[in-house]
């Protein structure tokens, strides 16, 4: 069965459905690109990806050690490459965890982050900036 289907829009945009769910993506290109930003580019997604990973992640570790993430939240910043061909050179993400986690807790909450699928799928070349708060 197909995870997902998509179609051209025109005017470089996409509409992906999730076909076991429905839920639709729409991307179109960046500003920097042709296009005009007005949904995630596809290499946006691919980089709120990584965060969305490594919060499933920890939600897993977490659940099963009772630990509440809840409202926890992650902020990415993409950076294209400057040469030819175009592509993610670097992702910084920033991940804030709630402080009440013990400092043990927070070391097997940020190893089980760094070895998530997309993190491991990615291209190496691809830098992974990936720091942690507590707040």
């Excluded at 025109?10 to 042709?34: C, F, K, M, W, Y």
């Excluded at 402080?99 to 070391?107: E, F, G, K, Q, S």
């Excluded at 909450?109 to 708060?133: G, M, T, W, Y």
Aim: glycine share 4%; charged share 20%.
């Amino acid at each position: 069965m197909n995870t997902a289907t998509a179609r051209y829009a025109g005017q470089l945009r996409t509409e992906a459905t999730h076909v076991a769910s429905g839920n639709v993506i729409q991307t179109d290109a960046p500003t920097d690109n042709h296009g005009r930003g007005e949904a995630f580019s596809p290499t946006d997604l691919v980089s709120t990806a990584l965060g969305s990973c490594m919060m499933t992640i920890m939600g897993i570790v977490a659940e099963r050690h009772q630990w509440d993430l809840v409202d926890s939240t992650f902020a990415v910043v993409k950076h294209m490459s400057a040469e030819l061909p175009r592509r993610i050179a670097q992702v910084d993400l920033l991940i804030s965890l709630p402080a009440a986690l013990a400092p043990a807790d927070r070391a097997v909450l940020e190893r089980a982050a760094l070895i998530c699928p997309v993190a491991l799928s990615l291209h190496p070349d691809i830098k992974q900036n990936v720091a942690f708060e507590y707040v």
